[in-house]
């Protein structure tokens, strides 16, 4: 009698893995989302840097997408903010000055004299706190709270980014923050 073979559907999942310490000791992980599909994007709670994403090519095999680092280490060394998330702004400030209804604000400087990305620990170098959310399609919550003053930026910013993997091989990236204070 033939056996039957079975072929087993990939399920949705979410799962956390150890990705190494910061020089403080504080634990960083690693946070591997999975489709229906057998697509996966892996997304680490430090920078919420997005450090590995596979897809599948015309014949269906599966690769990884994206520039990222194997380990947190290189993270560490320095990248040129591959899959990062970057704040409180995006691109050059010259001089790290603005003013904000008359009042001036001089912001750390990490690019020739300018401000890049954010600063000198911008959003891609600080460690954000992670929420798995299991489901049909996965998703990770970050939340980071940037405080007042922080590289040199008025008000306190409640940060949150959520990623979730959709069936249709899409990876959906949802931003919200708040402050309080122009």
């Known amino acids: 009698q033939p056996t ?3 072929t087993e559907t990939p399920k949705s999942s979410i799962e956390k893995s150890s990705f190494g310490n910061l020089p403080d000791g ?6 591997t989302l999975r489709n229906a599909q057998g697509m996966t994007v892996k997304i680490t709670n430090f920078g ?4 590995s994403w596979t897809a599948p090519d015309k014949a269906g095999k599966y690769d990884d997408i994206v ?8 993270y560490l060394r320095g ?14 400030i ?16 990490n690019n020739i004299g300018n401000h890049l990305h954010g600063g000198i620990k911008g959003f891609d170098k600080v460690l954000w706190s992670a929420t798995p959310v299991a489901g049909d399609e996965p998703a990770l919550k970050l939340t980071y709270l940037s ?15 959520v ?20």
């Open 4 to 6: 039957e073979k079975k």
């Open 26 to 31: 504080s634990a960083v992980d690693l946070f």
């Open 48 to 51: 919420g840097t997005i450090a």
């Open 67 to 74: 520039l990222g680092c194997d380990s947190l280490a290189g």
């Open 79 to 92: 990248t040129p903010y591959f899959g990062a998330i970057i704040g409180r702004y995006g691109n050059r």
């Open 94 to 109: 010259a001089k790290g000055k603005f003013s904000l209804d008359g009042v001036p604000y001089s912001l750390a400087t």
């Open 147 to 161: 405080k007042d003053g922080e590289e040199g930026y008025p008000g306190n910013l409640s940060v949150e980014v």
């Open 163 to 182: 990623y979730t993997l959709l069936n249709d091989n899409a990876l959906r990236i949802d931003y919200t923050a708040t402050t309080d204070k122009k």
